[in-house]
C-alpha cells in the first residue's frame, strides 16, 4: 500500500518561509496520479491547499495561498513539495499529504461536509506563523 510521510513544518514569523516534504513510497511509479497538500486548523474544517497531477505538472491552489504557496514534485526523488512563502498567521495548521485525491472534481469540491477525499494520508506536519 501507499504511504505517506510529510516533514519540513515548524514555527516562523509572518513573512517568513518553509518549505514542507512528502516523501512517497507504495505506488510502481509518482507518474499519473494526483497528489495533494490540505490542511486542519483547531475548530476549523480540513481544507484543500494544493494539488498537482503528476502526469503533466498540472497543478491547481486554493485561493487563500495562490500566488505564496507553489507545489511541485521530484519524481527520482519520490517526493511532493510545497514551498510556502509569505506565510501568514491565518496559515497556521496541520498539513497533511494525500495520495489520489480528486484530481478534477466539478466546482473544485476537494473537501465538503467536513471531509476530504484521498485515498492515503500522512501523518501531518504541524506549521505555525505567529
Known amino acids: 500500500h501507499v504511504q505517506l510521510v510529510e516533514s519540513g513544518g515548524g514555527s516562523v514569523q509572518a513573512g517568513g518561509s518553509l518549505r514542507l516534504s512528502c516523501l512517497v513510497s507504495?505506488?510502481?511509479?509518482?507518474?499519473?496520479?494526483?497528489m495533494g497538500w490540505f490542511r486542519q486548523a483547531p475548530g476549523k474544517e480540513r481544507e484543500v491547499v494544493a494539488i498537482?497531477?503528476?502526469?503533466?505538472?498540472?497543478?491547481n491552489y486554493a485561493d487563500s495561498v495562490k500566488g505564496r504557496f507553489t507545489i511541485s514534485q521530484d519524481n527520482a526523488k519520490n517526493t511532493i513539495y510545497l514551498q510556502m512563502n509569505s506565510l501568514r498567521p491565518e496559515d497556521t495548521a496541520m498539513y497533511y499529504c494525500?495520495?489520489?485525491?480528486?484530481?478534477?472534481?466539478?466546482?473544485?469540491?476537494?473537501?465538503?461536509?467536513?471531509?476530504?477525499?484521498?485515498?492515503?494520508w500522512g501523518q501531518g506536519t504541524q506549521v505555525t506563523v505567529s
Open positions: 494525500a495520495a489520489n485525491p480528486p484530481c478534477y472534481p466539478a466546482g473544485d469540491r476537494y473537501c465538503g461536509g467536513g471531509f476530504c477525499r484521498g485515498d492515503y
Open positions: 507504495g505506488y510502481t511509479s509518482m507518474s499519473g496520479h494526483c
Open positions: 498537482i497531477y503528476t502526469g503533466d505538472d498540472t497543478t
